[in-house]
């Protein structure tokens, strides 16, 4: 079965990672002397930004050494991620389209925008990059701008403007796409409110940020709480009016939402707070089948294969001790409006494609494969997945070639009538 989509950067991208390692030198040579420091830097910026740390100064990316660690270790990791992504989506930007970037550190974003799309080279963008650091801004824009004259002799007809301020604050414009990545971990958890209060504040504060048409892009790290947090903000924008278009291969209740439960404690859906003429259902979504009652449920994320990247940052990252053989992510793609075309089955006019009508046509089930391949008792093989059945279990014969995580298939059998014992997930013959 081909996937229909699936995650992994595309080879312009991994042309752009080869590249960018003489590039940061270029822009941000590290003296011999500090070489040797390195790996021990890089080493302690990890364990800084992987910790549920509430004491991280905001301007942390200011200091010279993590700066270096960022430069040449999660730049390009996060450039991996994205492009693994956007080498793939199914979205289009017109000319002159308005994008903002919330969290830009040194333009991680625009620089996997610029590898993984060569079709927007031309087309005029203007860009906002919003971060509360400016020199990590700038930084970026000159290894940005030095990357594409290398790789293509020309920038891109981008206006690129960056503005020093706190998610939040306003931009001179409003979006056709809104992208963030790795930024909500570093704040959304400092707010004690619950959880999905924080998520339709943030949706709507991302919301405000893009036109009547525009769409949200999200990427965190692949971990348990940000998995929590996409599920939320998920929730969130579609009850905003923003419903998802990936990874999710459905717009029903999230079987993977780790410790996220509901938007409002279920009495408040009734009338909520403030509002008495919004209806409770836009809070509560449909139900699906969900894995078996335990205290967290898992949370949805991807390993991609980082087998591709460029031997000099799996050098680094080895020599760092940070050896990497899956890069981890969650992601949401939601949109109110038509630009991005959905690889998914939204119910609206507006969002309608070859893979949608296909499957609404009864042709087929849009599954997204989230696990790696395990072996079941019975000698066959899994693969957890999401559908709009809910938490799935596709099971494959022994010896079948398992499928990446990310892939999107299309299935057309049926789901056996039994739950998987252990899971608790509806089981699909593939
Ligand atoms: C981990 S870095 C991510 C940078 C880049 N997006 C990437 O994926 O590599 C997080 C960035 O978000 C910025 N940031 C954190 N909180 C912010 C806020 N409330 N408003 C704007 N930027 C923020 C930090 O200064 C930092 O540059």
Redesign the pocket.
């Known amino acids: 079965m081909r996937p229909l989509e699936t995650l992994a950067p595309s080879a312009d991208s991994l042309a752009a990672l080869a590249a960018l390692e003489a590039v940061i030198d270029e822009i941000s040579p590290i003296a011999a002397k500090h070489r040797a420091g390195l790996k021990g830097d890089i080493r302690r910026l990890w364990e800084d930004?992987t910790s549920d740390r509430e004491s991280r100064s905001?301007?942390?990316?200011s200091s010279p050494p993590a700066l270096s660690a960022?430069l040449r270790y999660?730049?390009p990791w996060?450039?991996y991620r994205?492009s693994a992504i956007l080498s793939n989506a199914d979205f289009c930007l017109p000319d002159n389209a308005v994008v903002v970037?919330?969290?830009?550190?040194?333009?991680?974003?625009v620089i996997a925008l610029w590898a993984a799309r060569p079709e927007l080279r031309d087309v005029p963008l203007t860009i906002y990059c919003?971060?509360?650091?400016e020199r990590?801004?700038e930084t970026g824009k000159a290894i940005f701008e030095t990357l594409c004259l290398r790789l293509d002799g020309r920038i891109p007809p981008w206006r690129i403007e960056l503005h020093k301020?706190?998610?939040?604050?306003t931009l001179p414009e409003r979006a056709h796409l809104l992208t963030?990545?790795?930024?909500f971990?570093?704040?959304f958890w400092k707010d004690h409110r619950n959880l999905g209060e924080r998520a339709l504040a943030t949706a709507r504060t991302l919301l405000s940020y893009i036109r009547e048409n525009g769409s949200v892009f999200i990427?965190e790290p692949g971990d348990p709480r940000s998995g929590a947090f996409v599920s939320s903000l998920r929730a969130a924008l579609l009850a905003e009016g923003a419903p998802p278009l990936g990874p999710c291969p459905h717009a029903l209740s999230c079987p993977m939402p780790g410790i996220f439960r509901h938007l409002l404690p279920p009495e408040e859906t009734r009338t909520v707070k403030g509002d008495p003429n919004v209806a409770p259902s836009r809070f509560i979504l449909p139900p699906v089948t969900m894995p078996k009652k335990r205290d967290k449920f898992p949370w949805c994320h991807f390993g991609i294969d980082s087998s591709k990247a460029p031997t000099w940052l799996q050098a680094l990252s080895e020599e760092a001790g940070l050896p990497k053989e899956k890069a981890s992510l969650s992601y949401l793609w939601a949109a109110r409006g038509g630009l991005v075309r959905p690889p998914v089955g939204i119910p609206s006019p507006n969002h309608s494609s070859e893979r949608e009508r296909r499957a609404r046509a009864g042709r087929g089930i849009l599954v997204r494969v989230v696990s790696e391949p395990f072996a079941l008792p019975d000698g066959s093989s899994g693969q957890y997945a999401c559908s709009s059945l809910g938490y799935t279990l596709l099971k494959r014969q022994r010896g079948d070639s398992p499928f990446d995580s990310g892939n999107l298939l299309e299935v057309t059998a049926s789901p056996l009538a039994r739950f998987d014992d252990k899971s608790g997930a509806i089981v699909l013959p593939t």
């Open positions: 930004l905001a301007d942390y990316l960022y999660f730049l996060n450039v994205l970037d919330i969290g830009s550190g040194p333009l991680t974003t919003l971060d509360r650091v990590v801004m301020d706190s998610f939040g604050e963030a990545a790795n930024v971990n570093e704040f990427m």
